[in-house]
């Protein structure tokens, strides 16, 4: 997140007492928020309790009834609509492509609008693509109807890019693609997050996409802020029955789907390891010096350059046997990665039918070990955190 010199975070966008109505029925009703510079801020609630409007309302298609919208410092009602929507991307849940233009001619429409020469537009438009996983010189010049709704999603997410705002308003953005997709999608949109910083203001109505994406979750009930925190504090300390019901506080297995692999602690020491350029023998030394549950005498990660290359079993194999290069009986390894969910990893290993997942960084670099032993201490230890923040 964005910090103010001597360390605070710096909100990029302040809502101070914002209303909405329409005739006589008040929508949204003196919402205070602060959405800090760098974070996804996702808004959550149910139907018509006014989290579009909140959104809507920060680009001023929407404009709001009383209140002041904050963005950069600036209010907004003081500028330029036009200016101020050139300034801050935008992706809906029905993409919005011109369906005349083709793939690079739409990523290409907003740094064009901001006064941006055709062959430099061009230039960022293909980076904005290959950000996105589509590849210019294969999608660039196919029209829209030619491509599935994943990628029309990632063109409409390149599009917001293309502008290098550094703010992203996402309405429901992955909400009309099935499962696989929205999965694929969202994981990737957290690994550019991790790169670009940007501050993202998120609508959805699903809340295990809210826990996921969200550095904090407003989750909001008729006009109004129901809680505002971090996914697990939701979890595991609910202001009220609503927010408890809402996000599923009572089933202490939701946690599984809440948490990231980011933010639980992994094993980094006492792991069967080894580099890519050691031995047999080496790899075999490693699996029985090991301490890790069902790895003992068995199996190894293999790393090169400090990135997972894979895996090498060794069950049955004598020390002084095979002295060759682990390189020859490389075999995959299953990771995950920090910005998964604790649950998505629990998968991995069922799927996998393994006890033990490797976890990585968004560059394949590999940062320890999950164990499905310690799954039990990973809530244990949170509902004495938030025990403990309860009593100060």
């Known amino acids: 997140m964005a910090l103010e010199e001597g360390g605070a975070v710096r909100s990029a966008i302040s809502l101070r007492g914002v209303r909405k ?37 920060i680009n001023r298609l929407v404009e709001p009834s009383g209140g002041t919208i904050l963005v950069e410092g600036q209010d907004t009602i003081k500028m330029d609509p036009v200016a101020l929507r050139r300034r801050i991307g935008y992706v809906i849940q029905g993409i919005g492509l011109f369906p ?12 064009r609008l901001k006064g941006i020469g055709p062959g430099e537009a061009r230039s960022v438009s293909e980076r904005a693509l290959e950000m996105v996983g589509l590849p210019p010189s294969e999608y660039g010049e196919k029209w829209p109807r030619q491509l599935s709704g994943g990628q029309q999603q990632r063109v409409g997410v390149a599009r917001a890019l293309a502008g290098d705002p550094e703010i992203i308003l996402m309405d429901e953005p992955f909400g009309a693609l099935d499962p696989i997709s929205r999965i694929g999608l969202q994981d990737e949109l957290l690994d550019l997050q991790s790169k670009l910083k940007k501050t993202v203001v ?37 202001a009220d029955d609503f927010v408890s019901g809402f996000v599923g506080a009572g089933n202490p297995m939701a946690m ?137």
């Open 21 to 57: 109505s329409y005739g006589d029925t008040e929508v949204v009703k003196g919402v205070d928020l602060d959405i800090a510079g760098g974070e996804i801020m996702v808004l959550i609630g149910p139907s018509g309790c006014g989290k579009t409007t909140i959104l809507r309302m």
């Open 100 to 111: 005349h233009m083709r793939v690079l001619e739409n990523v290409a429409v907003v740094p």
């Open 202 to 238: 998120f609508v959805t109505h699903d809340i295990s996409e809210a826990m996921k994406m969200g550095n904090r979750i407003a989750i909001m009930r008729s006009g109004v802020l129901a809680q505002v925190g971090e996914p697990l504090t939701l979890l595991s300390s609910p």
């Open 256 to 392: 599984f789907s809440f948490m990231k692999v980011k933010d639980v602690p992994v094993r980094t020491s006492g792991l069967p390891v080894v580099d890519i350029e050691d031995s047999v023998s080496d790899a075999v030394r490693a699996a029985h010096e090991t301490d890790l549950r069902f790895c003992r005498d068995r199996f190894v990660y293999v790393l090169e350059q400090g990135r997972l290359a894979g895996s090498v079993s060794v069950e049955g194999i004598s020390s002084a046997a095979l002295p060759g290069p682990v390189r020859e009986r490389l075999q995959p390894a299953s990771s995950v990665r920090t910005t998964r969910t604790v649950q998505e990893a629990l998968g991995t290993m069922i799927s996998s039918a393994i006890a033990n997942v490797a976890v990585v960084d968004e560059a394949g670099r590999f940062l320890g070990v999950l164990s499905f032993s310690d799954m039990y201490d990973i809530i244990q230890q949170q509902k004495e955190k938030d025990g403990a923040t309860a009593a100060v």
